[in-house]
């Protein structure tokens, strides 16, 4: 998995409640980012980042926060606000921003609402 | 609107044979196209990336070819092994670097 790391594996979370997904980096790389996967559809962005202390939304932004305070670490925190998070999520990174670099994922998070 | 679609959605085959996964793109402007393996509860792992001026990229017993003009492009797999089973994505950068993803095909390779 490219040396991204994503905890933990599954979680499970009840209505109603926040939760942060977990995503660490040591490949020195500057962006990272955040897709979710559902069946039959392709990944979604949700944040991304380009270097620390700063990022932008992606397409499906609502109900997701994350931080960027570290270079190796960009959280996904799922807010109560998010109507549907059941989903496999995606953790990535990327060295530069040159069009052929390629995007590094981590193992995923799989997250059910009960 | 940029899409990619990809077919078919589901394929089975058996050990040994050759299969040839297809995808259609409507983004633009085009940068490269990449094709991914993704196996069951896992992250995609890149096995080729193709320019516009690249026709065919292979990488073992994968092999991809490019066809700008069509704005299609296929994923062969020769001689498969059960360890083939998963999900193929094809992905096209667009411009700014924006990736647009297909929704896979999901190989099942029988013994």
């Known amino acids: 998995d490219g040396g991204i790391t994503q905890s933990p594996k599954y979680l499970f979370r009840k209505e109603g409640q926040n939760v942060t997904l977990s995503c660490e980096q040591n490949l020195n790389h500057d962006a990272m980012y955040w897709y979710r996967q559902d069946p039959g559809q392709g990944l979604r962005l949700i944040y991304y980042s380009q270097i620390v202390n700063d990022f932008q939304k992606g397409d499906i932004a609502e109900g997701y926060s994350v931080s960027r305070e570290k270079k190796e670490s960009f959280p996904l925190t799922v807010t109560s606000a998010q109507k549907n998070p059941t989903a496999f999520y995606l953790c990535?990174?990327?060295?530069?921003?040159?069009?052929?670099?390629?995007?590094?994922f981590g193992p995923g998070t799989r997250l059910t609402v009960l | 609107k940029n899409q990619v679609e990809q077919s078919p959605q589901s394929l089975i085959i058996l050990e040994g044979k050759n299969c040839t996964l297809q995808?259609?793109?409507?983004?633009?402007?085009?940068?490269?196209l990449r094709w991914y393996k993704q196996d069951t509860g896992r992250g995609p792992v890149s096995l080729t990336i193709?320019?516009?001026?690249?026709n065919t990229k292979s990488n073992g017993r994968y092999t991809a070819t490019l066809d700008a003009d069509t704005k299609q492009s296929s994923l062969h797999i020769t001689a498969s092994q059960l360890s083939d089973s998963a999900s193929y994505i094809c992905v096209v950068s667009a411009e700014g670097n924006k990736l647009v993803f297909g929704a896979g095909t999901i190989l099942r390779v029988k013994s």
């Open positions: 193709m320019t516009f001026s690249e």
């Open positions: 990535a990174s990327r060295r530069g921003q040159g069009p052929y670099n390629e995007q590094f």
């Open positions: 995808c259609n793109y409507t983004v633009s402007p085009f940068s490269n």
